[in-house]
């Protein structure tokens, strides 16, 4: 009897067929490359981190001139601002628009404007200002005290970061308007807005002349200053209006909040750089962080 092969009769499997992904040549990749980044440049810019560029001296010497900050665009949307922090926001029609260099008006300026907007690289608005909270809403705010200070619900603050010869004159009268004297008379800061004071007082016209600002025109918070690369430090708040609200807890702004475990100043900082370079990863390229002008 014929002994039987095992083997007889047996196919091997079909070899799977490998299938390779064809790669885009270079002139087909780099167009969907640049769709992508601009795409995640307006997403970025418009919903958590913008870039501000400094262009006057009115915030000296927290911030010089030309400095780039960071500016934090979601922190407002879960808490309200605090004193002491500086904030990016649309000034009210009370508040005198800087003096902008000409621009041209042709198309091809027109359109680059657009798009550089649409990407945070363009000129800002002409009521786009950065200045230091200063009072909140139901605080009475004046100057000054014997020693020349201003206060804050009667408590004189001592500011530091004032450098010397920066302040505004104290033996000049104030004038309806205008921002050179140092005296201004009490001021209760109305409901749902805020008032703002450059740290330049010689030179900042703020709150003093041009009135308070609702608190729904806060673009965001300066918590950075990513350039020069010599100047790289965090915009804290200054340890005397931490002292403030701690001595004054139910003071005009209201009572105090519980905080979360998670400090809201902490998360809503690394929030958007998490989520930013998340998003960049993602498409396998770099973060590019955007330009833009301030009136300050």
């Known amino acids: ?3 039987v092969d095992p083997m007889e009769g047996y196919r091997p499997a079909r070899r799977r067929s490998v299938i390779r992904r064809k790669e885009m040549p270079l002139w087909q990749e780099l167009p969907l490359l640049l769709v992508v980044a601009f795409c995640l440049a307006v997403l970025i810019r418009t919903f958590l981190v913008q870039a501000f560029y400094i262009p006057s001296g009115s915030m000296q010497k927290t911030l010089e001139l030309k400095d780039r900050v960071l500016v ?5 949307d879960m808490r309200d601002p605090l004193r002491g922090e500086i904030v990016v926001f649309r000034g009210t029609d009370n508040w005198a628009p800087e003096t902008t260099e000409p621009v041209s008006n042709t198309f091809g300026a027109k359109l680059g404007r657009t798009i550089g ?3 945070g690289v363009s000129r800002p608005g002409e009521r786009d200002f950065i200045k230091r909270v200063i009072g ?6 004046a100057c000054c005290d014997d020693q020349g200070r ?5 408590v004189g603050i001592d500011e530091a970061y004032i450098a010397d010869g920066f302040n505004s004159d104290l033996s000049q009268p104030p004038i309806a308007g205008q921002c050179t004297s140092r005296k201004f008379a009490e001021i209760t800061v109305p409901a749902g807005q805020m008032f703002v004071m450059g740290d330049h ?3 900042s016209q703020d709150a003093r002349c041009q009135g308070p600002v609702p608190i729904q025109n ?3 918070r300066a918590f950075v200053t990513v350039w020069p690369s010599d100047r790289f430090k965090s915009l804290d708040v200054p340890p005397v209006w931490k002292q403030f609200a701690e001595d004054h807890p139910t003071a005009a702004a209201g009572p105090p909040v519980p905080q979360p475990r998670q400090d809201p100043e902490v998360a809503g900082n690394l929030f958007p750089l998490l989520l930013s370079a998340a ?3 993602r498409s396998g390229m770099s973060f590019v962080t955007r330009r833009r002008r301030l009136r300050a």
């Open 1 to 3: 009897m014929r002994s």
């Open 72 to 76: 934090n665009k979601v922190v407002y």
């Open 117 to 119: 907007d649409l990407v």
């Open 136 to 141: 909140l809403p139901g605080d009475k705010v």
């Open 150 to 154: 201003i206060t804050v619900n009667g």
């Open 201 to 203: 007082r010689l030179v």
């Open 218 to 220: 806060v673009i965001g």
């Open 279 to 281: 998003l960049s990863a």
